[in-house]
T-cell receptor, first 117, second 111 residues
Framework: EAGVAQSPRYKIIEKRQSVAFWCNPISGHATLYWYQQILGQGPKLLIQFQNNGVVDDSQLPKDRFSAERLKGVDSTLKIQPAKLEDSAVYLC???????????????FGNGTRLTVT | AQSVAQPEDQVNVAEGNPLTVKCTYSVSGNPYLFWYVQYPNRGLQFLLKYITGDNLVKGSYGFEAEFNKSQTSFHLKKPSALVSDSALYFCAVKSNYQLIWGAGTKLIIKP
C-alpha cells in the first residue's frame, strides 16, 4: 500500500510569513494526525481528525495555526504568521479507526522540515 | 500527571551484542504500549505494541519488548544488534484515548 504522503519536504521562511503543509493519508484511513517534532523531543500532537471532524486540537496554537481536512481525505496545516519557535518537523500520520482498531498503530509520512529565520 | 520516561538519551552498543532501550510509564488504567523507530530525515515507523496477553511481544526487524506491570516498564530488546539498527527510538503509551510519547533514545551501534 502507498504510504502517507507529505509535501513539501523542506521549507525555509522568514518570521511573520505564512506557510502551508499538505498531507495525503493512506487510503481508507479515517483518522489523521498532525504532529510537531522539535529537535531532540518526542512528537507533540497538534490536531487529530476523524474523517473531516476534529477530535482533539487542544494543543494547537489557534491564534496562528489552522488545519482542515475537507472531504475527509487530504489535509492542510497552515501557520500564519510564523515565529522562530515554529522551526520543527511537521509530521502527518494516519490510522484505521473503529473500536477493534482502537490501538492500531500510526503510519507516519516523512515530514516537512520547517526553518523560520 | 501521565508521563512516559526514556531515561537514556543515548545508548551505545557494539554490533552483535544484545541491546536494551528502556521505557517506563506512569498512567492511570490499563496502558497500551508502543515502540516506534525513526531513521534520519524520515517519519516514525511502528515496531511493536502490547495490548494484552503475553508479556513478551515480538515486532519488526527482530525487536521484542517486555511488559512488566509491577515495574511499569516496557523495555525494547534485541538479541544481536546490527549497525543498521542505529536510529532514534520512541516509546509511546495510550491511555484515556491519549497517546503520550517519550522524548526518544538515540541508539548507536558500532561495528
Amino acid at each position: 500500500e502507498a504510504g502517507v504522503a507529505q509535501s513539501p519536504r523542506y521549507k525555509i521562511i522568514e518570521k511573520r510569513q505564512s506557510v502551508a503543509f499538505w498531507c495525503n493519508p493512506i487510503s481508507g484511513h479515517a483518522t489523521l494526525y498532525w504532529y510537531q517534532q522539535i529537535l531532540g523531543q518526542g512528537p507533540k500532537l497538534l490536531i487529530q481528525f476523524q474523517n473531516n471532524g476534529v477530535v482533539d486540537d487542544s494543543q494547537l496554537p489557534k491564534d496562528r495555526f489552522s488545519a482542515e481536512r475537507l472531504k475527509g481525505v487530504d489535509s492542510t496545516l497552515k501557520i500564519q504568521p510564523a515565529k522562530l519557535e515554529d522551526s520543527a518537523v511537521y509530521l502527518c500520520a494516519s490510522s484505521s479507526p473503529g473500536t477493534a482498531d482502537f490501538n492500531s498503530p500510526l503510519h507516519f509520512g516523512n515530514g516537512t522540515r520547517l526553518t523560520v529565520t | 500527571a501521565q508521563s512516559v520516561a526514556q531515561p537514556e538519551d543515548q545508548v551505545n552498543v557494539a554490533e552483535g551484542n544484545p541491546l536494551t532501550v528502556k521505557c517506563t510509564y506512569s498512567v492511570s488504567g490499563n496502558p497500551y504500549l508502543f515502540w516506534y523507530v525513526q531513521y534520519p530525515n524520515r517519519g516514525l515507523q511502528f515496531l511493536l505494541k502490547y495490548i494484552t496477553g503475553d508479556n513478551l511481544v515480538k515486532g519488526s526487524y527482530g525487536f521484542e519488548a517486555e511488559f512488566n506491570k509491577s515495574q511499569t516498564s516496557f523495555h525494547l530488546k534485541k538479541p544481536s544488534a546490527l549497525v543498521s539498527d542505529s536510529a532514534l527510538y520512541f516509546c509511546a503509551v495510550k491511555s484515556n484515548y491519549q497517546l503520550i510519547w517519550g522524548a526518544g533514545t538515540k541508539l548507536i551501534i558500532k561495528p
